[in-house]
């Protein structure tokens, strides 16, 4: 119940980890495996769980899409100023 929950989040606007955290009382680390496996199920529904990936907002070095938290400093520069990674349902019609 709780992924069909999350779908119904991430489809109509992208949110952070964070954000649907809240909005489902879920810690953050557990929701990332919830959201491992939806990724896995919306491939049968013609849907994509998209990732905009996290960005430093000093040098603005872009980090891997694969991540869905927000990382502690930029590589770069070192700087903790990122923006976090949003992540959003998207149809493959």
């Not at 809240?22 to 496996?37: A, F, G, N, T």
């Not at 872009?62 to 400093?73: A, D, G, I, L, Q």
Request: hydrophobic letters at 30%; a positive charge; charged letters at 30%.
């Amino acid at each position: 119940m709780l992924r069909k929950s999350l779908a119904q989040y991430l489809d109509s606007k992208g949110m952070t980890l964070r954000q649907l955290a809240r909005l489902v009382r879920k810690d953050e680390r557990e929701l990332k495996e919830d959201l491992v496996h939806l990724q896995k199920s919306l491939r049968h529904q013609q849907q994509e769980l998209l990732i905009t990936p996290a960005e430093c907002r000093q040098c603005h070095f872009t980090f891997r899409s694969e991540v869905y938290h927000k990382p502690s400093r930029c590589p770069t520069c070192k700087s903790t100023w990122i923006q976090e990674p949003v992540l959003r349902i998207t149809s493959n019609h």
